[in-house]
């Protein structure tokens, strides 16, 4: 199964307006207005206004005085680039080759940092301030003098211009797709360097060049970056390279004298002494694992564990706690991919046909406990859903390109039905079967045959076993329709090998295109990603006319613009029916032992655990863990 997430980014995910006094539910303070020309500005901002002043002191999700100790232990549940859940063998997680390691980003800074409760904003970290040219073009970075890697070596603008330009060249392809709008990065001073983007760059090409990671240019002269390896890189950031064991766990050690400790956007973050990330190959394993504090903090993604699982005797006795924690962050983006590079796939009506044989409703109310509810959009929980009819203002993006598109899209946004619940849905099997035929299939007796005349085949790969009983019942339905399916587990280094190269039938991904879609949505449903091993556009989604819009929609000025191109390309793509959309949930199930202390309320967009929990030592002291 792929989960995306953000990659290489310091920014949280691109959400929704809000200003940080109106989430803490304080008196609004006035946001502070984008920087005029040539003026320096503490932060950017993708539509103009920051929400906090030059002089904020911390973010307003953190506590200030929170203590420094303890160790946090996790599994891993969220990946980007060449990263892979079940293990790694490279800790250069910023290449394709390999496997990298949870939690790199620890240990690098960047020019600037995100507020994980605004959703479109970075304030200043190595940066102190930003000089914007009259065209929005060029962007003079000044670095504080006091920024320092691990080593005591200054962190200079030959650096920041390295690291960009390095990144582009040699970078992972989603990295240096991200970065397509950079045109230049140059050291002008000791303290300040010039990043050039060309002239009809996108919108978040600003934030996306201040949040990549800074690498030490002397450090990178006597190591190859593109290479993998297992020697911990030169950092800058809260965190260093601890002990780990290849495959198993690695661990972050905080540097005591991080040079970065008392910037206003890392106040009261970086509170444990140790981040530990465990790897299993198996989820029950994992489950296991976590019951026996082997690790103290796990989010949830099975919903028969969260129902049925959690009743041992720490839960019981309240040692570990149980929690729904809000986010409202866009999420549940997640649905069976289908590989329409392969012919089979390239039909509309075969791949709709498909997904009629998944039946949601019985699976959600037999194996998911009903906690789930469907997706339906590739922008699921967002404004940028499209619903119903195409408006006024839809019609008029979309009617330019109507002799190419399909009749559907000026319709009502494609849902998928209700089944009766029963399972096998009959008269939407029947239906699927008629789509079929309609396509050039045949049957054969009990066989499926496409119009090429072989067997109709399909295999859903995966590198474990979770989705396996989700999988099952699908499976049953397409034989009823003549395909033989199947489910396959592989390793993870050969699932990431085969997903890599498009090697495959079906996936799963998963992911959030946040509430100011920009860049993602190239890298996820552009042509170019298509061909781009190891791209986001698992489904190998081409067309013309969602480059078009996914262009438009990159230099809009308003977010009120941006939803109206988003619910068009929405269309398009539900339209097109290359996936079969799964089930989402808005908020995090979690579990933890009860030895954290953290602030009185959480980021509006991240769960906030790494960044200001702390441990609890008095808890931890009379904490008795089973495993230890």
Not at 93 to 115: C, E, R
Not at 282 to 307: H, I, L, P, Q, Y
Not at 475 to 499: C, F, M, P, S
Request: charged share 25%; proline share 7%; with cysteine.
């Amino acid at each position: 199964m792929l989960r995306s997430a953000a990659l290489g980014l310091a920014t949280p995910q691109l959400l929704a307006l809000a200003s940080v006094a109106e989430a803490a539910g304080e008196p609004a303070a006035a946001p502070t207005a984008a920087p005029a020309a040539g003026a320096e500005s503490h932060g950017l901002s993708i539509f103009g206004d920051l929400a906090l002043p030059a002089d904020f002191p911390h973010f307003a999700y953190v506590n200030p005085e929170a203590p420094k100790g303890g160790e946090i232990a996790l599994q891993v549940s969220a990946t980007s680039g060449n990263q892979n859940f079940t293990t790694f063998n490279t800790l250069n997680v910023y290449i394709l080759k390999g496997d990298g390691a949870a939690g790199m980003g620890l240990i690098f800074d960047s020019l600037m940092a995100g507020n994980a409760d605004e959703p479109d904003s970075l304030y200043g970290l190595v940066a102190r301030a930003v000089r914007v040219s009259p065209d929005r073009n060029v962007f003079r970075f000044l670095l504080r003098p006091e920024a320092r890697f691990h080593d005591g070596s200054a962190l200079t603008a030959q650096d920041v211009a390295f690291s960009l330009n390095i990144l582009r060249e040699k970078g992972h392809p989603s990295i240096r797709q991200a970065l397509r709008d950079l045109d230049a990065a140059e050291a002008e001073a000791q303290d300040v360097v010039m990043v050039r983007l060309k002239p009809q760059r996108s919108r978040d090409a600003p934030l996306i060049v201040a949040g990549q990671p800074i690498f030490s240019k002397a450090y990178y002269a006597t190591h190859d970056f593109d290479q993998t390896t297992l020697e911990p890189p030169l950092g800058s950031g809260p965190y260093r390279v601890g002990r780990f064991d290849q495959g198993r766990f690695i661990t972050f050690d905080r540097v005591p004298d991080y040079w970065g400790r008392d910037l206003p956007v890392n106040v009261g973050q970086s509170n444990f002494d140790r981040v530990r990330f465990e790897y299993f190959a198996d989820r029950k394993v994992a489950f296991e694992a976590f019951k026996a504090g082997v690790f103290t903090f796990r989010e949830e993604f099975t919903s028969a564990t969260w129902a049925t699982g959690y009743d041992f005797a720490a839960v019981k006795d309240g040692r570990v706690l149980r929690e729904t924690l809000p986010d409202e962050s866009p999420m549940g983006t997640q649905g069976w991919f289908l590989n329409m590079r392969r012919d089979k796939f390239r039909d509309k009506r075969v791949r709709e046909a498909i997904g009629l044989a998944f039946d949601f409703e019985w699976t959600n109310r037999n194996i998911m406990y009903g906690v789930y509810a469907r997706t339906t959009s590739f922008f699921q929980n967002s404004p940028f859903a499209a619903s119903g009819l195409p408006s006024p203002q839809e019609v008029a993006l979309l009617d330019p390109y109507r002799a190419e598109l399909d009749p559907a899209v000026f319709g009502e946004a494609y849902v998928p039905p209700a089944s009766d619940g029963s399972g096998q849905d009959r008269a939407l099997l029947r239906r699927a079967n008629d789509m079929l035929l309609a396509a050039g299939c045949a049957r054969s007796g009990s066989s499926l045959l496409t119009p090429e005349g072989k067997p109709f085949e399909i295999e859903f790969l995966d590198y474990d076993g979770a989705l396996q009983p989700h999988t099952a019942p699908f499976i049953k339905n397409l034989r009823l329709l003549g395909i033989e399916a199947r489910y396959r587990i592989v390793d993870a280094a050969q699932y990431k090998r085969r997903t890599d190269d498009f090697d495959y039938d079906v996936v799963t991904s998963r992911f959030g295109l946040g509430l100011a879609p920009g860049e993602g949505m190239r890298a996820t449903f552009g042509s170019e990603a298509a061909d781009m091993p190891g791209s986001r556009n698992v489904s190998g989604v081409k067309s013309r006319i969602v480059d078009a819009l996914i262009d438009k929609a990159l230099v809009v000025e308003t977010r009120e613009e941006l939803v109206v191109v988003c619910r068009a390309i929405d269309r398009i793509l539900r339209a097109m029916h290359p996936w079969v959309p799964m089930w989402n949930k808005p908020n995090h199930l979690v579990a933890f032992w009860d030895v954290f202390g953290r602030p009185g309320r959480g980021p509006r967009y991240d769960m906030g655990v790494l960044n200001s929990w702390w441990i609890d030592e008095e808890k931890y002291a009379r904490m008795k863990f089973p495993g230890r």
